[in-house]
Structures are given as C-alpha cells and as structure tokens.
C-alpha cells in the first residue's frame, strides 16, 4: 500500500484480494452465529455495512483533528453509535429478524473488521476512498457470510431463503444448522479457498 | 436453598452447557489466535475472566441504577426537571451500548495500570493480553446477557447482583476451558501431517467443529439437575435456568431438537 490506490482499486481489493472472511479472518463471530440461514446473514451483511459506511465516513472526516492516543476510543464510540441507529431500525421495521439476531447486532460493536478499516484505511485517507473500501470491505464480507450460510442451509434444511432445492427425500444433516456445523462448514471452506490460492499461485510462477 | 441451586445451575450452564465459546461463537477470535500453547491459552482466559467479572459488576451497577426506566439515580436527576411521573418513566436503555462499551474499555485500561504497579508478577502473565481483550466480543457479550436479565417487564424476576457476577465468572471459566483444550489439541496437531491448504486455521476450525460437538453433550443436563435438585417436582421441566435465547435459528433448533429426546430419558 505504499503507493496510492485509487478508490476502485480499494473497492476491489476488499471484496476478493483481501476478502475480511477468509484472507484476514476477521469478525468470526458472526460468521459463525447468524449463518444458519441465508436471510439472517444477508441482514447481518446489510447492518455491518451501514455501519462500516458511516464508520469510515465520518472517522475519515474528522482524521485531522483525531489525537493519537484516543482514537481507539473515538472510533469504539463512532461504533457503538451507529450500531444503536442499526439495532433500534431493526427492532422496529423487523422484529422477527432483529429478535432472531438478538445480541449478535450489538456485537457488531467490537467486529475487528471495523476498527480495523478505520485504522488501516479510514483515519488516513479521503472520505471517498474511505467510502469506498468500506463497500468492497462489506461485499466481501457478505459474500464470506453467504457462502457459509448457503452451505449450511442447503445441507441442513434442504432449502435456500426458504425455498426447498433439495428433493424432499433428502435427511435434512441437523447437525449443520447446530452450532458444531457452523465450524465444520468454516473450515472446510476455508481450506478449500486455501488450495485454489495456492494453486493459482502456482500456476502464476509457472508462466 | 432454592437461591442457592439457582447460582450452580447458573454457573454449571454458563461453564459447560451454553458454553461461550463454543454454543454462543463469541470471543472466536482469540480461541483461533492465542490457543498455540497451554500457558498462553491459560494467561488469556484468566485476563478474560477476570476483566468479564469486573464489566459484568460495572454494567450491573449501571444498568440497575442508571439505565433502566424508574431507576434511582436517574429519576433522582430527571426528578429536578420534570414532575415525578415524566421521572420514573426516564428510559436510558438506548444508550446501552454505547455505556457497555466505554466501561470496558476504560476499566481493561484502568486493570492494566493497576496490575501493572501492584502486582508485577501477574502483569508479566497476562497483562499482554490485556488490550486485545476490548475488542474480545465475550465481554461484550456477558454485559449484554445480564442487561437482558436485568431489563425485564417485572422487577422482582430482575437479576440480582451475585447472580450477575456468577454468570460472568464462570462464562470466563468456560471460556478458559474451551481455550486450554484447544491448545492442548493444537500442541498435538503440530506434529500431525495436515494437508497444506488445512493447515492454521482451516484444521484448528474442524477441529472447534468435533469440540463443539462433544460439547453439545452437555445439552439438558440443567434441566436434569434442576429435577433432581428441587425439592417440589417442577412442571415444565424443559425449561433451563438460563434460558435459551433465540439467537439465531441454528441455536432455536437445537434446543427444539434436543429437549425432547432429553424428556424422552427422562421418561
């Protein structure tokens, strides 16, 4: 990062390059608990990214005038206030997936994904280059959480945001919608992300 | 006596059953990066502990005389400005997470500068650990479950303070548990041969998966215990001290999927 990439380029680089999933493995926490079903994680996506975009945009805003030693705090705090926005908006216009969340959604608060754009990205760059790898940050994000929630989904209950795909002879696998599966289906994921980086590398050195 | 059976299901299921880490998925974060060996692993889950048992006192205190509508020192300066009955109804639960979040930060900060001058020792054992643990979400996460307990539509069935702290601590426990178990399976699997797209954190997931499992062998023990401990047989026996709350639809269906067949036993 020593040379400036452009907004695009940030945009880019955080939805596969730097997938917050897989490649950094941060904010584990919910992309464990809210992905057993693909509707949850999909609202949990939505609601970090909020949070990240306003995040980002108001600590790049107010960079200049941060100090050092209390930007943990300002950050923690900048957070914590737009999780409330987020947790309050569910409470009121989905009540059933806000319940369903239930503490995950304050969780968010101490999501390492957050501080940490702020810190690697936000407390020194442009509000738009800000804004922008909040978003390429977010998509990633969703797409790490949807693919765990589509697995498990799929497996567990034969269906997909409710709809049955699988024959209804198929033994729905409970134990993939049980917390246990939510490791299994991880980690299995993420060995395969694993061997296709490795792979490609691979064939990059070769040519 | 029934106060006291109350506290050790408390704790029993805060431990083992609704583990922390491996029921609940919080504090994942330092159980995939510190458990690389047993003193480490052992260091971090007291720091946690410990820190859980003081953001569990402070968010009770303030949650029970600050947060919550009619409590004592916010009616008391709401009762300044407005007549008494706009007083009592003053509700500052919004702010929660916002409080929540400054007290542990601030109080991690004000540990760390104590056991840094008083107990050099301690500090050198865990006082490492004790910055990454604001953003450990298992702190957050003990505030949250006693603010649940605490803001409830009738006041007798509110939480009391021991019980608070009880469930803190041991939350701590299990999460110490779960973390020194963890590092005792990763000093083995270091001389295993992983295939080299599993190895790190890919291996150390599956393996949480199989823990997590065993875990859930523990599920109904406390509604078990609660039978056999109470003096009059209770009704509902499927109903768990702390109660399962619904996060998540995984979470709902396990307790729909196990309840029965741990009433079925029982039988």
New interface residues.
Partial sequence: MSNEPTPLERFIQGIIPENPTYRQ??G??PT???T??LK?AMTMAGAVLFVLFCANVIVSLIRNILKPHLR??IF??TI??F??IV??FLAAYMYSMS??????I??I????II?CRCEVCASKQSVIHAGADAIGQSIGFALGLGSIAAV?EIL?AGSLLGFHVLPSCWPNW??M????????T???L???V??FV?KKEKKQNNA | MNYLIDIFLIAISAALINNFV????????PF?GVSRNIDMAFGMGCAVTFVMAIAAFISWVVTTFILIPGAPVTTFIAGIFLPAEQAKAVDLT??S??VY??AI?SSVQFVEMYVRKFFPPLYKSFGVFLPLI????A???AC??IM?KVVVDNPAEAWDIGRALVLAIFGGVGFTIAIVIMAGIREELDMCDV????QG??????????L??GF?GFTGVDSGLRKALMPKPVQQASITPVKP??????????HK?VIPQQEQNDK
């Fill in positions: 493995m941060l584990l926490c464990l608990a809210v057993g079903n949850s943990i705090v923690t705090l914590a206030t999780v409330t947790d309050r319940k369903a969340l239930g503490p995950y304050p969780l608060i101490v999501n390492c501080i498990r567990g409970v134990i919608a049980l917390p246990p599966g939510a490791f299994f991880f980690g299995l993420m060995g395969t694993n061997w490795s | 491996l029921h609940y998925f919080v504090g994942i974060c995939i919004i702010l997470y916002i979040i400054f930060a604001t953003t450990n979400c702190i957050l996460f949250l479950m649940s295939p080299k797209p599993f954190a890919a291996i150390t997931l599956v393996t949480a998966g199989i997590a499992m859930m709350d619904d996060a998540g639809p995984s979470l709902a269906l396990a999927l």
